[in-house]
């Protein structure tokens, strides 16, 4: 029998584990560390120190945590860990996004059929508890992360604090003159029935039809032209536009040409049609326009000139615009100005109708060409074979180009004009002042100062309103005679006063006669007579605010934040809503410091989808491997680039 040597052998003997067990091991550390209270005994000793705040972006209290969560998590628990072991004091304070469409729309799910006559005040309170719940799931989620805060002080939007402060920052952008209600296009979306900001829209792929339609000059009209181009003279004369969306033909009221570019006049068999010169040659390739080009006319003195509408009976005058382009299409815009950003402000310019023949669910509400009731996307072949039946179409083909969705039901979206609440990014100077501030600002990459740069350039006016239930609502009363709305500071105190103490659903069971003085009258009609509002607002506001509800307020941290550390989708989020809603009020943006990480794909680069079925969730690897394993993959990876994921 071979002799055991392992008893002759003189070892050391440990009672320290030769395996690292962590699956195992992990929940007994985190205990002892909480046991412990090593958190809080880590901010004590550091408490007088010089002070590094990193403010916390709220997720969604919505479903289970994703790699993308554990990766901004692990990622701040890293820098502030290293901060506090270097000196500073660095409190970690976690926070929720509690209201928005998420939310309600889950609420919507469970109560069915019955979410139409669910009473608001009991969809709200639905909503509510739905968010406590994610918020408690969620928490012990990051806890098993092992990131260190103060877990039981988190911040929520939905706390009592914390909606009278959203109240009261709105209430500042209203007092500075900032606030409107107007009539615009914005993105909205047909299937979760709201508006939606710049910040809720994502751009994918859409195969959408492209066609070419001429629009008729009438006799009187082309005679205008025929001193300078006499063989106009008997023939007939037409416009061609190209669109890309054919479902906003109903709703044209102009055709936009460049003044400064040259359009040609081409005959074809006996004929006459108008393009921009420069792209005769195109269009020959794609609509067979061959005929032979025997003038060219200045868009600026096509002003004013009148097309038939090709199957409504009305006139498009012609009308100039800067934003015209030659680079595709025919150099002639058809305008919609209910449908439009440019179409809206050349509207405005001209006088046209803000018309926009939509409903709330994308159906047509107009009897022209028979469509009402239809939906828009689906009217599209409808009016394409409208325009054959006129014979008013020219051509059509199919183009795959990058097109707006709902960032929720991932759904595409339309350009609608609505009545929606505003605030002015060129009132005061914001804009100015933002980009101002962003020079100031460190951006981590440094590519970050570019994006953002370019987004607040060109963004339009924020759009706060939302036509939903769950959120806090805005606080305005509007006059029934006037339409104008209360700028009162006792009403606005009021309000204030009254979300403290009972939250923003008492806005829902307050009347009218409660929330305004006695006597008061509309200083714009004298009417006593007022309503209130029934939207709700932006929850990018909501969260914009937090370093007003959160850095302010809040005796662990302080004003302004050094740092705010998100995912790089957060140039056109919480980044820019953050950056907006305290330049806005406090004239500096409430951060020094600004670091994005990228998205965590799969190991071929490709966006995880539940579709697809290459998801993996952090509780799978915790699960398998230990939350160290994980963490041990956030710091080895660069974080600046789409983190791959195998």
């Known amino acids: 029998m071979p002799e055991d040597y392992k008893d002759t052998l003189n070892l050391p003997r440990t009672t320290f584990p030769m395996k690292a067990n962590l699956t195992r091991r992990e929940p ?11 958190y809080r005994k880590l901010q004590e000793q550091n408490r007088e120190k010089p002070a590094f705040i990193l403010h916390d972006g709220p997720p969604y209290a919505n479903g289970h945590i994703h790699m993308g969560h554990a990766l901004n998590k692990v990622l701040k628990d890293i820098i502030i860990k290293y901060k506090g072991m270097k000196g500073f004091y660095s409190p970690y304070v976690p926070g929720w996004d509690c209201h928005g469409l998420p939310i309600e729309l889950q609420v919507d799910k469970k109560l069915g059929k019955k979410k139409h006559e669910t009473p608001i005040t009991e969809k709200r309170r639905l909503c509510r508890e739905y968010a406590e719940r994610f918020v408690n799931i969620q928490r012990e989620e990051f806890k098993r992360l092992g990131v260190f805060g103060d877990w039981e002080r988190p911040y929520l939007t939905m706390t009592y604090g914390y909606e009278a402060t959203i109240a009261r920052e709105f209430i500042r952008f209203i007092r500075n003159g900032s606030v409107y209600k107007g009539k615009k296009p914005v993105h909205w979306c047909p299937s979760c029935v709201t508006a939606l900001a710049e910040a809720e829209v994502e751009y994918d792929e859409k195969v959408s039809p492209s066609v070419y339609v001429r629009f008729r000059v009438s006799e009187e009209e082309a005679e205008k032209l025929e001193g300078s181009i006499p063989e106009l003279k008997g023939h007939t004369l037409y416009f061609i536009i190209w669109t890309t969306t054919p479902w906003t033909l109903p709703a044209n009221l102009a055709l936009a040409v460049h003044p400064d570019v040259q359009y040609a006049v081409i005959e074809k068999d006996g004929e006459f049609f108008i393009v921009a010169s420069e792209l005769q040659e195109s269009l020959m390739e794609k609509i067979g326009l061959d005929g032979k080009r025997v003038s060219l006319i200045r868009g600026d003195a096509l002003e004013g000139l009148k097309a038939k509408h090709p199957f409504i009976e009305r006139q498009s005058p012609v009308i100039t615009g800067e934003f015209v382009t030659t680079t595709e299409g025919t150099g002639i815009v058809h305008i919609a100005p209910g449908h439009g950003e440019d179409d809206y402000l050349a509207g405005l310019r001209y006088g046209l109708e803000i018309y926009a023949p939509v409903d709330d669910y994308g159906r047509f509400t107009t009897d022209d060409g028979g469509l009402r009731g239809e939906f828009v996307f689906k009217a599209n072949e409808t009016i394409i074979d409208i325009l054959k039946e006129r014979k008013a179409l020219m051509g059509r083909a199919e183009i795959t180009h990058s097109y707006p969705h709902c960032w929720r039901c991932k759904k595409p979206v339309i350009f609608r004009a609505t009545e929606q609440w505003f605030i002015s990014v060129d009132h005061n100077n914001l804009r100015q002042a933002c980009l101002e ?22 963004r339009p006016d924020w759009c706060v309103s939302r036509q939903r239930a769950w959120g806090v609502p805005i606080t305005a009363l509007n006059c029934t005679n006037c339409g104008d709305f209360v700028k009162d500071d006792l009403f606005f105190e009021r309000v204030i006063r009254l979300f403290s103490e009972r939250g923003s659903d008492a806005w829902f069971d307050a009347t009218v006669e409660e929330l305004l003085p006695e006597g008061y009258r509309c200083p714009s009609c004298g009417s006593e007579t007022f ?35 998100e995912g790089s989708d957060q140039h056109r989020g919480w980044f820019q809503s953050s950056l907006l809603a305290s330049v806005g009020t406090r004239k500096r943006a409430p951060y020094n410091i600004v670091l994005t990480h990228g998205f965590v794909v799969d190991g071929k680069g490709k966006k995880m989808s539940k579709s697809i079925g290459n998801v993996i969730s952090p509780d799978d690897i915790i699960k398998k491997n230990g939350a160290e394993v994980l963490r041990i993959w956030v710091s080895a990876e660069d974080y600046r680039n789409d983190v791959r994921l195998s």
């Not at 709700?536 to 550390?565: C, N, Q």
């Open 531 to 565: 309503k209130k509002d029934t939207d709700i607002l932006d929850v990018w506001f909501d969260s914009g605010v937090s370093h007003a509800a959160v850095l302010e307020t809040d005796e662990r941290l302080k004003w302004p934040a050094e740092m705010y550390l």
């Open 437 to 458: 501030e962003i020079e100031r600002v460190r951006w981590i990459p440094d590519w970050g100062k570019e994006r953002i740069r370019g987004m607040v350039e060109r």
């Open 28 to 38: 007994e550390f985190l205990r002892f560390w909480e046991e412990k209270g090593i």
